[in-house]
């Protein structure tokens, strides 16, 4: 057995879902409608994606001491990718990009009464 | 190896591009930053890719750096982001820009005239 070669194979294997992730997404980001549709479509190769082509890495360069940081990066785009997306779909929500009435489950629409109401009763 | 590189290359490329289109068409601003969050995000696997193709090392706190920091500009855009009108991405017509250039120069002669009116009375008052 060849592991090597093994190794070169399976990383070979996640660069190309990897690559596959960011062209279904950016088809998604052409085909969905709205912002919520293009954030649902952004979010696979930001995520999946980089942690793949990582793990790619990873078994290209089978040296434990690279190791660290690539969870490091992996990390870091996990911990951030979130924070910016929710953020921009909150100041779509309240900018009036996202339609309700195409939402399920609307949590933020109760909490926004709430503190309108607060608001008005502070005036 | 060369020929995952250059399949993955060509599907990395084919994902920028249509983030890029979603940049262009907008219609919001908050659209079109989440294309280019996409596109960092392509740029990240990218990197990678390139280094695991040369084995090279030296471009890894690269990875670290853009991962860190690509999310800056999406948070703070979003954070300024304002109710845009129906019609704000529309380009104006030649006339409609021409109309409005003259506008604004009539209200800034305006504004000039009425400052200068304000201080010739402070003048009077001082004098």
């Known amino acids: 057995m060849d592991w090597d070669l093994i190794a070169d194979l399976a990383a070979g294997a996640c660069f190309l879902l990897a690559g596959f992730l960011t062209v279904a997404a950016g088809i998604g980001m052409k085909r969905f409608p709205g912002l919520l549709g293009s954030i649902h479509a952004a979010a696979k190769p930001q995520g999946l994606g ?56 609307d949590e933020l629409i109760a909490d926004l009464e709430a503190s309108a109401r607060e608001h008005n009763d502070s005036d | 190896m060369t020929w995952v590189v250059i399949a993955c290359a060509i599907m990395l490329g084919a994902g920028a591009i249509m983030a890029l289109i979603r940049v262009e068409q907008g219609p919001s601003v908050l659209d079109r930053m989440v294309g280019l969050d996409v596109i960092t995000s392509i740029l990240i696997i990218g990197v990678a890719l390139e280094a695991a193709w040369a084995r090279r090392t ?11 920091v690509g999310f800056v500009g999406s948070l703070s855009i979003a954070r300024f982001a304002a109710v845009e009108p129906e019609d704000a991405g529309r380009i104006q017509t030649p006339e409609e820009a021409q109309a409005e250039a003259q506008a604004r120069a009539a209200a800034e002669e305006e504004a000039a005239r009425v400052e200068a009116e304000i201080a010739a009375r402070r003048d009077d008052e001082a004098g």
């Not at chain 1, 940081?69 to 785009?77: A, E, H, N």
């Not at chain 1, 953020?87 to 399920?104: C, F, I, Q, W």
């Open chain 2, 58 to 68: 030296l471009t890894i706190p690269i990875l670290a750096a853009l991962a860190l």
């Open chain 1, 50 to 105: 980089v942690l793949l082509s990582l793990v790619g890495l990873a078994l290209r360069l089978r040296e434990i001491r690279y190791l660290a940081i690539l969870i490091l990066v992996g990390l870091f785009q996990l911990v951030t990718t979130p924070v910016s997306f929710h953020v921009v779909a909150r100041a779509g929500y309240r900018t009036g990009k996202v339609n309700p009435d195409a939402l399920v489950v």
